[in-house]
């Protein structure tokens, strides 16, 4: 039933019908929470074993309780490699936080310049493409630096290569692009190989112009056995002597431990012995116990892949509960459009123009709780108004059938008070 | 015997016989390393029960495994508290590193200014004022900033506070002094309730004036029951209505683990808001599995006093050894002074002026290493030329005699060298 082709009675009759489910669902008193990428318990359980390791001596014989090693185990860094997709040696471990190795990139740019050359915070003004949607943390950390976004459009193969060539090419004052290259927060894509290949051949007008290459998801497969493939970057970027073009950034957040797990960033040898020399004047060294607790894990269990497979066999029921009532209660309505995503945390969703808030604070009403509608674009501000992003890891597959139900109902009202703003 | 007293050829001789022994420990092959802070194998011990420490779930039912809690477990604040003599809520919970979090309010301060004022960054030139000789990774992080600092003379009571209270309320572009109130790095020095009750009094022309108060040493008693008392500035700051005034810094590095503790910083209720802001940004939280060990640890030995007696135990012996040639060797030989301190990590030794960069190399060739010479002074620049800081907590106190040796051997010979060139 396509809501556009109803009449103005019949969409008034809807209304009735679904206002009663409404406040049949008020009367409910629901609480539940899609709002944020936060792993279920289930999730970090897969981990428990990390608790049971008391070594504190690495394998190379570093007393991993002492202070030292800026740059983390080289033992991890090994182990990481794998999942990275990079040489060891250009890996740089921080503490638990991917997104704190990022503030750290963009502070020390700000600060002190990339390679000799001006420090962004002493220009006027500095500019980041921001493909859109995207990651509400990213959008913030250069909304507090004072750096201006620009919303750069994506679709199934990634963010528009052709603006983005032309402005970087065009505009000194560009200095960085946020990507999340494989199953994109929020909208689940991955970018193809001809995006990578042209990220890797950018020839930008600033020397200081860095990608920020979020790659977040890059073993998180909800189908393991039939995982999308990205092209790797850094490869690309050999070829293209662009090596110190990318940073490129991981953790286990999604892997261990949310909270507990470690982050790290790999770059060109340059930007490396950059990066260090600032980290060195930081910190004596991140906490290498963790480091060391990972590393014991990560080799018991022979790498990642089998720990990923427990994931996603914890993740698939729960997007498929979210993606089989959404097909089953807005298909053909024409009023909504959602992408499957085959791996990654979310599930990225649009109502028709000018819903999305509406839809998200009468969820809320409802007691279900969704990221803030706009949050995927920089400074909160989505101009159509129609991007919800779905965050289905936390609760039950049978939590989330509900919670879904409500965002349906909810996106169906908002959508038949809008189209009844205009029926005749 | 006093060295000022010999006469050249008593000088000729001495030189002869020193560098006889000079030659003897060259054959030796010594390799001790009286360099840096680090807390010895036995010291890192003392906490390794937190390694069987195999829970999740704060004691208010938060599972640390998972994101949040950005300022920290409310019940380790409670713990950290006692140490620190701050209230629990004044204090936001780092990582591993109170020098990351040093950096962390210079950084902020630098980039977005505090509490609405100018960013730092945006001055012309700022400037901070710095007690000598003091922690040369305090000064780092003022070099790396481009912050200008100014040295302080200090005494047995604590910095030069004339010139301070009269610098600070002159010159609005000062905008911070880094302080190591309690054993001081590198004197071991107390600073006396007046100190304190003036710092608490300063009356700042910039209002974005900082006292960076690095407790580090708080707890770090050689002689737990005879403990040097320091005043509490916080306490003081808030009878002056200045509690903005002062940064409080404090970590379990050298109570659990050098490179795997928890650090925290206390600042006013306004402070930590803003602080708050900013670490927001950056993280969702640290590393929460290691606040729980520590919480969970420390309640088990009732807080802190237990386990820092045992630091004692083992640090006082090797503090002693260093002392007691120390004295054997150089009492009233009129070359060298030091401090015998009662807590803290190092002793202070000054030669006669121009030849701590000597004693260091000499002792560097015969296989002990100490802290470079200059590196207690901004810019590495003692403008004497004579501090010296040794750190006696790791190596055994065998070792320690015998590095104490060679020390006193090279200060010999280089003030038989310096006298000579004066000499009739």
């Keep these: ?29 629901l609480k539940l929470d899609m709002s944020r990428g936060r792993p279920g318990k289930a999730q970090l359980d897969i981990a428990l074993d990390i608790l049971d390791d008391k070594s504190c001596v690495s394998p190379s014989g570093f ?12 033992e991890l860094k090994e182990v990481l490699a794998e999942a990275m997709r990079v040489p060891a040696a250009n890996i740089f471990i921080g ?22 050359s001006k420090p962004w915070g002493k220009y006027e003004k500095v500019k980041f493409l921001c493909p859109v949607p995207g990651y509400d943390r990213h959008f913030a950390i250069c909304e507090e630096m004072g750096i201006e976004m620009i919303n750069i459009s994506t679709n199934e193969n990634g963010p528009d290569m052709d603006t983005i060539e032309k402005m970087v090419a065009e505009d000194e004052t560009i200095k960085g692009i946020w990507c999340v290259p494989k199953y994109s927060n929020p909208t689940g894509i991955t970018y193809s ?49 662009t090596e110190d073009m990318p940073y490129i950034f991981f953790s286990t957040s999604k892997i261990t431990f949310a909270g507990g797990g470690v982050a790290a960033v790999a770059m060109s040898s340059a930007n490396l012995a950059e990066f260090k020399k600032h980290m060195g004047v930081r910190t004596i060294g991140a906490d290498k116990m963790n480091q060391l607790r990972h590393l014991n ?22 997007f498929e509960a979210v993606l089989d009532i959404l097909d089953a ?96």
Tied chains: 1, 2.
Excluded at 63 to 74: A, E
Excluded at 402 to 409: E, R, S
Aim: charged residues 25%.
């Design 95 to 116: 503490e638990n936080a991917s997104l704190a190795l990022m503030y750290a990139s963009i502070s020390f740019a700000m600060l002190f310049g990339i390679g000799g």
């Design 63 to 74: 007393d991993c309780r002492n202070y030292g090693i800026l740059d983390g185990l080289p």
């Design 193 to 241: 190989d001809e995006t990578v290949k042209r990220f890797a051949a950018l020839k930008p007008a600033a020397k200081d112009f860095r990608i920020f290459w979020d790659n977040a998801y890059c073993i998180h497969e909800l189908y393991p056995d039939n995982p999308a493939q990205l092209l790797n970057l850094y490869d690309e970027c050999v070829k293209n002597g």
């Design 297 to 318: 894990f990560l080799k018991a269990n022979g790498g990642f892949d089998s720990i990923m497979r427990k994931h996603a066999d914890l993740l698939r029921p729960r």
């Design 329 to 424: 209660e807005l298909a053909d309505t024409g009023i909504a459009t959602w992408i499957r995503p085959a791996g990654g945390y979310f599930i990225s969703f649009d109502t028709l123009p000018g819903c999305a808030k509406k839809v998200v604070a009468a969820c809320r009403d409802l007691g279900v709780v969704l990221t803030g509608a706009g949050a995927t674009y920089p400074y909160g501000r989505d101009p159509k108004d129609s991007n919800i992003r779905i965050a289905p890891s936390s609760p039950s597959a049978e939590e989330l059938a509900q919670a879904t139900k409500v965002l349906c109902l909810c996106t169906k009202l908002a959508s038949v008070d809008a189209l009844l703003e205009t029926a005749e």
């Design 1 to 29: 039933m396509m809501y556009q082709n109803l009449s103005r009675a019949q969409l008034l009759d809807l209304k009735n019908e679904l206002t009663a489910e409404y406040e049949k669902y008020k009367a409910a008193g």
